[in-house]
């Protein structure tokens, strides 16, 4: 089982370019999220999808957009990334029962230049 | 009060020895907590789910503490291999299902 896959793993964007970080678990949870982490600051909720179509912003959704595309698949949009989203990105999965905790993908290195 | 907060590292311990990490929550109604291990440039990975009751997983024992609103890891008998980050994820009132992390606590076992 793949569990939950994210693409790409690294990336160099330009201040003002746009792009769109993919996610897909084939565990049939029925919740994803997506997490940032930066040194000092740990792991920080930017939106999540309780269930296939609902989304709703974290702590952190400025600059971002997603959208939960189907049950597998849960994506997050930069539309104009700055220096400050320098970042590693997680995708994670879960039941919405939640006994098992999150699922989390391998992460995408982002570096906004 | 931070939502949730852990003790500030890095533990440095020898080989063999026994460490404890505590993390504490704000909110009274939190639901449902877990304990996650964290390579170096890898993603999260659960360790333990944490139980009411407490919970042992080999040489790893996870406990809960409502009155005092905090969860705690202790790790026996420390490997090599079990130098990396640990962070504690708890899912706030309302949502069971919403994790907040600490920032994580870096454990380095040396030989």
Avoid at chain 1, 51 to 80: A, I
Avoid at chain 2, 37 to 51: A, F, G, H, I, T
Wanted: net charge positive.
């Amino acid at each position: 089982n793949a569990g939950v896959t994210q693409t790409p793993k690294f990336q160099v964007l330009k201040t003002g370019q746009s792009m769109t970080l993919q996610c897909a678990q084939d565990m049939n949870h029925n919740s994803m999220y997506w997490y940032r982490q930066d040194p000092g600051m740990g792991l920080r909720l930017i939106y999540y999808s309780a269930s296939e179509g609902t989304t709703d912003k974290g702590e952190v959704p400025n600059g971002y957009n997603v959208s939960r595309l189907n049950k597998r698949e849960f994506s997050l949009r930069l539309e104009s990334a700055a220096p400050s989203q320098t970042s590693v990105y997680f995708c994670a999965s879960s039941d919405t029962g939640f006994g098992g905790g999150y699922t989390f993908g391998s992460g995408t290195r982002l570096t906004v230049v | 009060r931070k939502e949730v907060e852990q003790d500030p590292g890095p533990f440095n311990v020898p080989e063999g020895a026994t460490v404890a990490f505590n993390c504490t929550y704000s909110n009274s109604a939190s639901q449902s907590f877990f304990w996650y291990r964290q390579d170096c440039r890898k993603e999260p990975k659960l360790l333990m789910s944490v139980y009411s009751s407490g919970n042992e997983d080999g040489r790893f024992t996870a406990q809960l503490n409502r009155a005092s609103q905090y969860i705690s890891l202790l790790i026996r008998d420390s490997k090599l291999s079990d130098s990396a980050t640990y962070l504690c994820g708890i899912a706030h009132g309302g949502s069971n299902y919403k994790l907040t992390f600490g920032k994580g606590t870096l454990l380095t076992v040396n030989p």
